[in-house]
């Protein structure tokens, strides 16, 4: 990943954060606002109340106030209730205080703070805010009651973490967005040095065959060589290399196909040994010249097998091919095939320098090559056992891999028999 792509994935993460705590200062902010909003209006309606009792009493007997005065002085209960059974007084109380907001009541309370007119039981009713009366009655208030359940700091909080819940999702979608984005970005930065290397890696390739057909060609054409058997090893050689080059580049164009949902088999019953052996043939040269000791076992109760013949082929020397590449000071190879029930199993195993089992899940992989010291000599396309497996996936099989370092390789092909 660049340094802008870290700058940049950094710069999200800080403004996430700037953003969770503004948002949450506002939230609060918000809050203490509401409440102290809602407890402007609980006066400004009991203020109201007040006002409208005061006016409804001035139009009430003078003896009543008096009454109710006296009334308000006497201790003892029920002191109230000759006074407020008049019909004057009950209908001005329920006018004045009997309205009023679902949410909330009106309750009439005498100097003694005992209620003379309340709508409802006050019971565990909150009161929010009072309003003393100024004339006729004073020390009287008039107070606004909110029934349970009904707080509006309870509204208020809900409210509150109704939207910190939100803010909370959202920093959460941010967050998962920006680690995905970063997860993607580091992909593609692989990927794209991956590919580097692929080219690298096939240009280097091709280049060498090329380049040694190109010599001993030349060397035969100016007619250098006058033994014929050196003459047949030149040969030989240009015959080797031009093999290498075709693998390679037939490895290179059914990758694309592969990539480009272009790839096709077409299955039908084959032998399996001749497969096996056609495909070291093709490496004799390079294997005598190894030194390498070759062992073969092939089950003679094999049926034919129902395969793409030169796809499972292709596959099969990749395999060789990598055994030999990755030989190591060891040189043996083992090449079997043999049959475990419905199943062919074709292996190839080598004695080479291995391969770490935390790679073993990886070198599947298209472009993909193990990162250490004594692989980065060996050039490779990276692409040998990503076809490997996308052939023996397309014939319903899959391929296994046995290894760890300095204890060889064992690559398994296993393809069911019907």
């Known amino acids: 990943m660049t340094a802008f792509s870290r700058w940049a994935f950094a710069a999200v993460v800080v403004a996430a954060a700037v953003l969770a705590a503004l948002g949450w200062v506002s939230l609060r902010q918000w809050e203490r606002s509401a409440e102290l909003v809602v407890r402007e209006q609980a006066r400004d309606m009991a203020a109201m109340a007040a006002e409208k009792v005061e006016m409804s009493l001035r139009g ?19 002191a109230l209730d000759d006074v407020l059974a008049e019909r004057s007084v009950r209908e001005a109380l329920e006018k004045t205080l009997g309205g009023g ?24 009713a ?22 349970p359940g009904f707080s509006p700091h309870r509204a208020v909080r809900r409210q509150v973490m109704l939207f910190s819940a939100a803010l909370g999702i959202l920093l959460l979608v941010i967050l998962a967005g920006t680690v995905t984005t970063y997860r993607l970005m580091r992909r593609e930065s692989e990927v794209a040095r991956l590919k580097a290397d692929f080219v690298a890696n096939v240009s ?35 015959t080797r290399e031009s093999e290498r080059l075709s693998r390679l580049i037939d490895n290179v164009l059914d990758f694309s196909r592969i990539e480009g949902g272009r790839r096709t088999y077409e299955r039908q019953p084959a032998p399996v040994e001749p497969l096996v052996r056609e495909s070291l043939e093709a490496f004799a040269y390079p294997l005598a010249q190894g030194g ?16 793409d013949a030169a796809a499972v082929g292709q596959a099969l020397t990749n395999l060789i091919d990598n055994a030999i590449k990755y030989s190591g000071e060891r040189k043996a190879l083992r090449v079997s ?9 074709l292996s190839v195993a080598d004695e080479g320098i291995g391969i770490p089992p ?3 899940a990886r070198i599947f992989e298209k472009f993909y090559r193990v990162g250490r010291s004594d ?14 497996r996308h052939v023996a996936e397309a014939h319903g099989g899959r391929v296994t891999v046995e290894s760890r370092p300095g204890g060889g390789s064992r690559f398994t092909i296993v393809l069911p028999v019907r």
């Open 60 to 78: 009430a007997p003078d003896d009543v106030i008096v009454r109710l005065r006296a009334a308000a002085r006497d201790v003892r209960p029920g």
């Open 101 to 124: 907001e679902a949410a909330t009541f009106l309750v009439l309370l005498d100097p003694q703070n005992r209620t003379v007119y309340a709508r409802e039981p006050i019971g565990d």
């Open 375 to 388: 692989t980065q000599g060996r050039r490779g396309s990276g692409v040998g056992l990503a076809l490997v």
């Open 204 to 238: 280097h390739d091709l280049k060498t065959p090329l380049s040694v057909i190109r010599m001993f060609g030349e060397t035969l054409e100016m007619g250098r060589v006058t033994d014929p058997a050196t003459r047949a090893e030149y040969y030989r050689v240009i």
């Open 126 to 147: 909150q009161r929010l805010a009072t309003a003393r009366l100024r004339e006729g009655l004073p020390d009287w208030q008039v107070a606004l009651y909110q029934p």
């Open 358 to 360: 935390a790679e073993h």
């Open 337 to 345: 095939a043999t049959r475990a029930g419905d199943q062919l199993a």
């Open 292 to 307: 390498f000791k070759v062992e073969v076992e092939v089950a003679a109760d094999l049926p034919d097998v129902t395969m």
